[in-house]
Nanobody, 124 residues
Framework: QVQLVESGGGSVQAGGSLRLSCEAS????????MGWVRQAPGKEREGVAG???????SYADFVKGRFTISRDNAKSTLYLQMNSLKPEDTAMYYC??????????????????WGQGTQVTVSS
């Protein structure tokens, strides 16, 4: 049973920072996509950042230069450091992983395991 538990969300002012964490259990994810997906009210889920085969990192254009994804294999934890936050970053952020190798780590449809989400709210 794969379990993903997010933490670290909250409310910040524009320009602030937050660090999200996702603790994984029940599987080993080496080489499989693992990443962060967000969903704002009334909008579809969109991929934010992902880690794939051989640690390859991918970022959505709207977070490049501001967000950094990383993973600590020893702790089975995925992180998302979010800097220079903007009001448009307000969303529920989900940690997700796939049981299939390869794929596009920025495509929410590739993921089949999800955490419960953590809310990020950025005020202007």
């Amino acid at each position: 049973q794969v379990q993903l538990v997010e933490s670290g969300g909250g409310s910040v002012q524009a320009g602030g920072s937050l660090r999200l964490s996702c603790e994984a259990s029940g599987y080993t994810y080496s080489g499989y996509c693992m990443g962060w997906v967000r969903q704002a009210p009334g909008k579809e889920r969109e991929g934010v950042a992902g880690v794939g085969w051989a640690g390859r990192l991918s970022y959505a254009d709207f977070v490049k230069g501001r967000f950094t994804i990383s993973r600590d294999n020893a702790k089975s934890t995925l992180y998302l450091q979010m800097n220079s936050l903007k009001p448009e970053d307000t969303a529920m952020y989900y940690c997700a992983t796939s049981s299939r190798s390869g794929g596009n780590c920025l495509d929410p449809r590739w993921y089949n395991y999800w955490g419960q989400g953590t809310q990020v709210t950025v005020s202007s």
